[in-house]
């Protein structure tokens, strides 16, 4: 039937959702995006059971219902259209995630890496594959009014199937942060370790990562390493898991019977790229490690430097390893922040169908251990 509307369906057999209800909601989300004006045509039973397979009852009941509630309206002439109170009914709010960053857009862009951008790609290409509106926004600043903050959850937050949440700003407002944590919808936290029980969380695989690293080190003859980590920001409200790696990695070391030590690098020292206090420390140490493991690849870059001003050749005296994959030729491990992203709007898509206040979940994307130039045998020389 030409002039008519006619959205794609496809049918779940499996589903316990009877079928006359797949079709309802197929039409209802298609009338929502499409907005179909009145008096436009319905394509009819007959060619939609047909196109379907499935028993021209099964349609009509679909429509009789979509007739109940408005969307459609029988016409003498015209078999079943678009009906007016239809352009009402669309009003309802469009599905969408409140994406809630620390800072406003323009500040988070100071904050983002190219792991950041690919992330925020992520949550925004999978939401718009879903049909998901994805609604951008900041941690209020400390000094909003208690009124004025309830307005922000009531208009923005409240709104939404669910929350995305990148965690809380550096300055902690505390007050806008509980009253998230609070809010009774679906929430994912991505890469942190949440402090309350009801909010989900995402973060890589550091441990199968850090296995498979660890087994190649056994098989380079490494005996001796060392776990560089930054010191940790306090926060009452969740925990980086960037903070997890070397920790994670110092404690599957001991399984393979590699001899760890743990170094820390000061936030102040961090920032500015200045890793010659830690490197002075790592020749310290005893009996001196043979390979580096660095919270990330900004400071495996760093500690390579240091040592080359010491006159440290790398990897022929030691192996410097990261993570992130973002500097050439650094091994170490990494996983896909675009897959982190998509996987948490995944959560919010899935949580919304059956989700109960309180429900936590934990999942994880895939991380992988992967070598590079920064890496080699284990020298059996005395240093």
């Not at 050749?313 to 992130?324: A, H, N, R, T």
Request: glycine share 4%.
């Amino acid at each position: 039937m030409k002039n008519c509307f006619h959205p794609e369906i496809l049918l779940d057999n499996s589903s316990v959702i009877p079928l006359q209800e797949q079709i309802a909601e197929a039409f209802r989300k298609q009338i929502a995006r499409f907005r179909p004006a009145p008096g436009v045509r319905i394509v009819s039973e007959h060619a939609l059971s047909k196109e379907l397979e499935i028993h021209r009852k099964t349609v009509h009941q679909a429509y009789e219902t979509l007739v109940s509630e408005g969307f459609f309206t029988h016409s003498a002439t015209r078999g079943v259209e678009i009906s007016e109170k239809a352009r009402q009914l669309c009003r309802k709010p469009f599905p969408s995630i409140a994406f809630v960053m620390p800072y406003t857009m323009t500040e988070q862009l100071e904050h983002l890496g190219r792991s950041g951008y690919e992330l925020c790609a992520g949550v925004i290409d999978r939401a718009a594959e879903l049909g998901i509106a994805v609604n951008i926004l900041a941690i209020p600043s400390s000094k909003l009014s208690h009124e004025d903050l309830e307005l922000w959850m009531e208009n923005s937050v409240m709104r939404n199937i669910g929350i995305i949440d990148l965690g809380p700003r550096s300055d902690r407002d505390d007050a806008a942060m509980e009253k998230l944590l609070k809010a009774p919808l679906p929430h994912v936290l991505i890469a942190s370790e949440s402090r309350f029980p009801c909010i989900s969380t995402l973060r890589a695989d550091y441990e199968s990562a850090y296995e498979c690293m660890m087994k190649h080190l056994v098989k380079l003859k490494h005996r001796n390493i060392v776990c560089l980590d930054v010191e940790r920001h306090p926060n009452i409200f969740f925990a980086d898991t960037a903070y997890l790696r070397t920790r994670i990695a110092g404690k599957i070391a001991s399984k393979y019977g590699i001899c760890s030590h743990s170094l820390t690098v000061g936030r102040p020292e961090f920032k500015k790229g200045n890793f010659s206090t830690v490197s002075e420390n790592l020749l310290q140490l005893s009996p001196l490690p043979t390979a580096v493991i660095c919270a990330n690849d900004d400071m495996a870059q760093g500690v390579i430097e240091e040592l080359k001003k010491r006159n440290f050749s790398v990897p022929e005296d030691f192996s410097v390893l990261g993570y992130d994959r973002i500097k050439p030729g650094i091994a170490g491990c990494s996983h896909s922040h675009l897959e982190l992203g998509r996987r948490a709007v995944d959560m919010i898509f899935e949580m919304d169908k059956n989700w109960k206040f309180g429900e936590f979940r934990e999942e994880h994307v895939p991380s992988f251990f992967y070598e590079d130039l920064s890496l080699s045998h284990a020298s059996t020389d005395t240093k």
